[in-house]
């Protein structure tokens, strides 16, 4: 155990114990190249108890009430436990142990706390940051890792989160202890985020600065995103022409705020059909909380011709999948956000 002191959070320094995870937790959650939203979740153990981030709330403002804390030696019972092999019953048994280990009763950790739980180090800080998913979701995912940070990087396949996800991570580890001697600071998971480990905060900070300024450079040297691109000339769809239908086409319950971007990249996409079915289905567990599984494509070369394929489409689309498509991309428009608020 790297961690057996005995903590309470009064009477040490802010940036250790849970003070150390309230102050960590505030630091990524402000910060959109690490956190958009939601996504992620943040712990701090010591020998006998674990503070993980509770179900609902925001690490941007979290405050120590927004920490469930559970009994760790519930919790690692479960890693042994047999459970049932059908995948909902499972679920509701682990649902019903973490209950069960939870001290601050009524408050709901978070589904990743087993994850958290098994890594031995005091702080683990789990993202889902784009650069990161960048990787996380490419083709050669594995291949381009162990590129970039070498033999050691330990990835793990994607596994829907839940149960199944949580032993395959706890095997990995065990194997990792037994191949290198060591613990893993760093998890990486396909198709989801990460998972950084350390001692102390800035351990913490600094492996993440790290990794994130490689991956940066391998993103600019790929495609520059940030370049915007220039408003087309005279042919295709007019924004003003579509966009107003296309809100009132949404809008069913109450009035929808969209917000649009374009750029090279998006453009990529909104130009080329066979392009589009690289990106037909979600890559990441944010994505689906956030912007749901399926999105709509509009590939009509003029502004009337995309509002009569709009008129078609979004219906259609409501009745099929039984919620109002959350993103569209629009041939000549770009990616365009639906949300009840500008915020959402
Ligand atoms: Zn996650």
Redesign the pocket.
């Known amino acids: 155990m790297n961690h057996t002191e005995n903590n309470s959070s009064s009477t040490q320094s802010p940036l250790q114990g849970v003070g150390g995870l309230i102050s960590i937790s505030q630091f990524y959650g402000r910060d959109s190249r690490f956190v958009i939203a939601g996504?992620?979740?943040t712990s701090y153990k010591n020998a006998e108890k674990i503070w993980v981030k509770a179900s609902g709330s925001s690490l941007a403002t979290i405050t120590e009430d927004d920490f469930a804390v559970l009994d760790r030696a519930k919790l690692n019972l479960m890693s042994e436990k047999g459970y049932s092999s059908n995948p909902t019953e499972r679920e509701e048994e682990v649902k019903n142990d973490l209950a069960d280990a939870t001290i601050t009763k009524g408050k709901r950790p978070?589904v990743?706390t087993s994850m958290h739980n098994v890594i031995d180090y005091a702080y683990v800080v789990?993202?889902?940051p784009t650069a990161v998913n960048g990787l996380m979701c490419a083709h050669n995912a594995e291949t381009d890792l162990i590129k970039l940070f070498g033999e050691k990087a330990l990835y793990v396949e994607y596994t829907d989160?839940g149960y199944v996800l949580f032993k395959k991570v706890d095997d990995k580890i065990k194997a990792y202890r037994a191949k290198f001697n060591e613990e893993p600071n760093v998890i990486w998971?396909q198709n989801?985020?990460i998972f950084v480990a350390a001692n102390t905060i800035d351990e913490i900070k600094s492996i993440y600065t790290e990794i994130l300024a490689i991956l940066d450079k391998v993103a600019i040297q790929l495609l520059d995103v940030h370049q915007e691109f220039p408003p087309s000339g005279g042919q295709g769809a007019s924004p003003s022409d579509v966009l107003p239908s296309i809100r009132m086409m949404l809008s069913n319950e109450s009035l929808k705020t969209l917000k649009v971007r374009k750029n090279e990249l998006i453009k990529y996409y909104s130009e080329s059909i066979e392009n589009q079915k690289d990106i037909a289905k979600p890559f990441t567990?944010?994505a689906i909380v956030y912007c749901k599984s399926n999105y709509i494509f509009l590939n009509g070369e003029t502004s009337e011709e995309i509002l009569v394929e709009a008129t078609k489409s979004i219906p259609t689309f409501t009745e099929k999948f039984g919620y109002a498509s959350k993103v569209l991309l629009i041939r000549g428009i770009g990616l365009v956000a639906v949300g009840d608020n500008a915020k959402q």
């Open positions: 996504g992620g979740n978070s990743e789990h993202l889902h989160p998971l989801h985020g567990p944010d």
